[in-house]
């Protein structure tokens, strides 16, 4: 909690209080003393916010979360006992000073009782005080500690990503050499560009035209690999090329759909990617033309896609079912945002 977020409460706090005085005193039918129902109400909340940064320095000083925490405690008793009586003096003292010097008697009358409530008022605020400061610590740290996980998981899955695609490749390289040295060469060249290109994104999410980017790449690969057996249509609508997605979301599945979708009489595989948006979410789809889903257990790509989906997003899906006629379709539904 910031110095100027108390100095706004104990003033909001204040007003409330001046309020209710206020409403109090009309609703029982009695005329508003401004001296005492204002003005000295006022000024007690008014030397509270002033006394702000010796709170804040006392919470930073004597936690509640240190240990042994009996010593923060005995800390926050002490100070609360001081700056009570300490901060309903000092408003008394403004009060006389720089509003009237009022009649002896009316002046004892209504201190003493507004003393008494002064050093009883200041006490609970300063608790209430302890008590906001330390959920929000509490809660901050509890934030922080679920971001690092987050990134932490989102590391973790990444990297695996990264080996994965690279064998792959490497073993499609592999089947090139013995039957083109030439194409064997340039998808060598390529992976090069496309791993410094993979090892370079550091970010988790990246905008959709740059991930198409990435895919564009690999599927050089691919087609060096295949030739025209490799058919990929990509439908891309131009609204959605700046939508965020994480890095590294299509290249799996687009993998996937080649090792399995290849129809099964000439070996050819067709593959369809649409990109576009419905109902404020961002819509993509891997559609491929071979034998459809078989019940094997998902890949790596797949199982690993869902998971960071999950991650970053909490309420986005990746669904694996049968293309309409014949094939696999990925789905993917996650929140719109650029």
Same mark, same amino acid.
């Given at each position: 909690?910031?110095?100027?977020?108390?100095?706004?409460?104990s003033l909001?706090?204040?007003?409330?209080f001046? %309020? /209710?005085t206020?409403?109090?005193t009309?609703s029982?039918?009695?005329p508003?003393?401004?001296e005492?129902?204002?003005? /000295?109400?006022f000024?007690f909340w008014?030397v509270?916010a002033?006394?702000?940064?010796?709170v804040?320095?006392?919470?930073?000083r004597w936690?509640?979360d240190?240990?042994?925490? +009996?010593?923060?405690?005995?800390a926050?008793?002490?100070?609360a006992?001081?700056?009570?009586?300490?901060?309903?003096?000092?408003?008394?003292?403004?009060?006389?000073?720089?509003?009237?010097p009022? &009649?002896?008697?009316?002046?004892i009358?209504?201190?003493?009782?507004?003393?008494?409530w002064?050093?009883?008022?200041?006490?609970?605020f +300063?608790?209430?005080?302890?008590?906001v +400061?330390t959920a929000? /610590? +509490?809660?901050?740290?509890?934030t922080?500690? $679920?971001a &690092?996980?987050?990134r932490?998981? *989102?590391?973790?899955?990444?990297?695996?990503?990264?080996p994965?695609?690279?064998?792959?490749?490497?073993?499609a390289i592999s089947?090139?050499?013995?039957e083109d040295?030439?194409?064997a060469?340039?998808?060598?060249v390529?992976?090069?560009?496309?791993?410094r290109?993979?090892? &370079?994104e550091?970010h988790?999410?990246v905008p959709l035209?740059?991930?198409?980017a990435?895919?564009n $790449?690999?599927?050089?690969? /691919?087609?060096?690999?295949?030739?025209?057996? *490799?058919?990929?249509?990509?439908a891309?609508?131009?609204?959605?090329?700046n939508?965020?997605?994480?890095?590294l979301?299509?290249?799996?599945?687009?993998?996937?759909?080649?090792k399995?979708?290849?129809? &099964?009489d000439?070996?050819?595989?067709t593959?369809?990617?649409?990109?576009?948006r419905?109902?404020g979410r961002l819509?993509?789809?891997?559609e491929?033309r071979?034998?459809g889903?078989?019940?094997a257990?998902?890949?790596?790509?797949?199982r690993?896609t869902r998971?960071?989906?999950?991650?970053?997003?909490?309420?986005?899906t990746?669904?694996?079912?049968? %293309?309409d006629?014949?094939?696999?379709?990925?789905?993917?539904?996650?929140p719109y945002a650029?």
């Amino acid at each position: 909690m910031r110095t100027s977020r108390l100095v706004a409460l104990s003033l909001g706090v204040g007003t409330f209080f001046t %309020a /209710q005085t206020i409403l109090m005193t009309l609703s029982a039918g009695q005329p508003i003393n401004v001296e005492w129902n204002v003005v /000295q109400e006022f000024l007690f909340w008014f030397v509270w916010a002033a006394l702000s940064p010796i709170v804040l320095a006392a919470l930073k000083r004597w936690p509640l979360d240190a240990k042994p925490i +009996y010593r923060s405690i005995l800390a926050h008793v002490g100070i609360a006992a001081v700056l009570a009586p300490l901060e309903t003096i000092l408003a008394f003292g403004l009060h006389f000073v720089f509003v009237r010097p009022p &009649d002896p008697g009316v002046w004892i009358r209504r201190t003493v009782p507004n003393l008494v409530w002064g050093v009883f008022m200041g006490a609970f605020f +300063y608790w209430v005080v302890v008590g906001v +400061y330390t959920a929000l /610590q +509490y809660r901050a740290r509890s934030t922080a500690l $679920e971001a &690092d996980l987050t990134r932490a998981r *989102l590391d973790a899955l990444q990297s695996q990503l990264r080996p994965h695609f690279l064998f792959n490749t490497l073993n499609a390289i592999s089947v090139l050499t013995a039957e083109d040295a030439d194409k064997a060469r340039h998808m060598v060249v390529r992976l090069g560009s496309l791993l410094r290109r993979s090892l &370079d994104e550091e970010h988790h999410e990246v905008p959709l035209h740059r991930e198409l980017a990435f895919l564009n $790449e690999y599927l050089d690969i /691919q087609r060096m690999r295949f030739g025209d057996r *490799l058919s990929v249509t990509l439908a891309i609508d131009p609204e959605v090329v700046n939508a965020r997605v994480p890095v590294l979301l299509l290249q799996p599945i687009v993998e996937n759909a080649i090792k399995h979708g290849a129809s &099964d009489d000439d070996g050819t595989a067709t593959i369809f990617v649409r990109a576009a948006r419905d109902n404020g979410r961002l819509c993509l789809t891997v559609e491929d033309r071979g034998p459809g889903p078989s019940n094997a257990p998902e890949g790596v790509g797949l199982r690993n896609t869902r998971q960071r989906l999950r991650t970053l997003y909490g309420d986005a899906t990746l669904d694996l079912r049968h %293309a309409d006629g014949s094939g696999a379709r990925v789905d993917i539904r996650m929140p719109y945002a650029v």
